[in-house]
């Protein structure tokens, strides 16, 4: 069965410091691979999806993330955070088929912004 | 506004009792995705329709059960509720039926359930 892990329940970082939140998947062919954010009270947002080609994703809001298929690692990037940016963030990876066409998600980080 | 439209936002019930929670998908999409996400479980996919058929099912306890209706709007129906079905439960909508669709999901802001 497929499963994501997000080793870091909780990140602090600065205001304008880069951020890198890690992501690791279990699964046996080739991932579907996603990140949301949710912000309090609010849904659910896609930042980014990888599917195939290139493994350096560009999403909204300036994240970005890279495929490593040797590592099996999804990890989220920024360059420069800004406070908007604390939330909850949400590593997905999604079944190509078999019956279940739904996202198993990992439990989250939760990102804090410092001024 | 993500297009995505899930009411009521909050609800709260007793043990026991049965609830409905109702979704309508952004326009033009046609899959509709039911996840319900605790403190405890994380988020956990519940079950799928897809033009009104029932595409896949996740980890849905028998309890619960969902359709989708002509017009596309889907109801989650949840019965003989117990404290440990509080919760967030989220309705998703895509265009395709399959997950690696163009736009992926579309999330509403979800329902939470408190059963008291």
């Known amino acids: 069965a497929q499963s994501v892990t997000q080793p870091d329940i909780h990140i602090t970082v600065s205001e304008g410091a880069s951020l890198e939140l890690r992501c690791n998947y279990s699964?046996?062919?080739?991932?579907?691979l996603f990140w949301y954010v949710q912000s309090p009270g609010q849904g659910l947002q896609l930042l980014l999806k990888y599917f195939s080609g290139d493994t350096l994703v560009q999403g909204i809001k300036g994240f970005e993330a890279e495929f490593k298929r040797s590592q099996s690692s999804f990890n989220l990037r920024k360059p420069s955070v800004h406070w908007s940016d604390a939330a909850e963030y949400f590593c997905?990876?999604?079944?190509?088929?078999?019956?279940?066409?739904?996202?198993?998600f990992g439990k989250g980080t939760h990102l804090i912004i410092q001024p | 506004d993500s297009g995505v439209t899930q009411t009521p936002k909050h609800l709260i019930t007793a043990t026991g009792q049965r609830v409905t929670l109702r979704c309508s998908p952004r326009?033009?999409?046609?899959?509709v995705y039911w996840y319900q996400q605790s403190l405890d479980q994380g988020l956990q996919f519940l079950i799928q329709?897809?033009?009104?058929?029932?595409?896949a099912k996740g980890n849905i306890l028998e309890r619960f059960s969902a359709q989708q209706f002509p017009d596309l709007h889907s109801e989650l129906n949840l019965s003989s509720l117990e404290l440990g079905d509080s919760a967030l439960y989220f309705c998703?909508?895509?265009?395709?039926?399959?997950?690696?669709?163009?736009?992926?999901?579309?999330f509403g802001s979800g329902t939470r359930l408190t059963v008291v």
């Open positions: 699964y046996g062919a080739t991932p579907y």
């Open positions: 997905a990876v999604g079944h190509s088929g078999g019956g279940a066409d739904g996202l198993t």
């Open positions: 998703a909508s895509s265009v395709e039926g399959r997950i690696y669709g163009v736009g992926g999901y579309t």
């Open positions: 326009s033009g999409d046609l899959s």
């Open positions: 329709y897809y033009n009104g058929e029932e595409r």
